[in-house]
T-cell receptor, first 115, second 114 residues
């Protein structure tokens, strides 16, 4: 079974530029999460989708971050314009649904460096 | 406030030795607790998941314990190997209806030396 796919793995941009990350969850997984992981810290939830609807985006900096999950499968996370403090690993995760004991599967992450 | 705290922050041990990582949480009500292993530059991979009714769960050389009364969990690694060098993250899922967030600890960075 294929895992959660993310791209690009690495991205270096200058501040005020824009960047987009793509995630393809495990086939059939209805729930998709985007997390931001700053070096030395645990992942922080940015946004959670259930199918193509947003469940929680309370910690998403909406002035610069946006995310969508068209057709309830792939998802894209965009940052525009980027700031130095956005340097982090952006992890995508998926689960079959929101049932509390469901396994959560992570992708390899997209490492962003903002210069 | 729901929090998950892990200790130690980092740990260095020699190959073949055992070690124990700690996780204390204040999440209530509680649904389940998970331990993840995150290799450098990779995404977290699940090691164990325990509900409030489970005390112990093993996955090979990894054994997790849970004391729901004291809100403590530990991850014991037996006969460590170089490949165990990674960050270990404790994650708690609240049990409150309608709450779907996972509460992540900051992790323990383990280094196993030859």
């Amino acid at each position: 079974e294929a895992g959660v796919a993310q791209s690009p793995r690495y991205k270096i941009i200058e501040k005020r530029q824009s960047v987009a990350f793509w995630c393809n969850p495990i086939s059939g997984h209805a729930t998709l999460y985007w997390y931001q992981q700053i070096l030395g810290q645990g992942p922080k939830l940015l946004i959670q989708f259930q199918n193509n609807g947003v469940v929680d985006d309370s910690q998403l900096p909406k002035d610069r971050f946006s995310a969508e999950r068209l057709k309830g499968v792939d998802s894209t996370l965009k940052i525009q314009p980027a700031k130095l403090e956005d340097s982090a690993v952006y992890l995508c995760a998926s689960s079959l649904d929101r049932t509390v004991h469901r396994e959560l599967f992570f992708g390899e992450g997209s490492r962003l460096t903002v210069l | 406030k729901n929090q998950v705290e892990q200790s130690p922050q980092s740990l260095i041990i020699l190959e073949g030795k055992n070690c124990t990582l700690q996780c204390n949480y204040t999440v209530s009500p509680f649904s389940n607790l998970r331990w993840y292993k995150q290799d450098t530059g990779r995404g977290p991979v699940s090691l164990t998941i325990m509900t409030f009714s489970e005390n112990t769960k093993s996955n090979g050389r990894y054994t997790a314990t849970l004391d729901a009364d004291t809100k403590q969990s530990s991850l014991h690694i037996t006969a460590s190997q170089l490949s165990d060098s990674a960050s270990y993250i404790c994650v708690v899922r609240p049990g409150r209806s309608g709450t779907y967030k996972y509460i992540f600890g900051t992790g323990t960075r383990l280094k196993v030396l030859a």
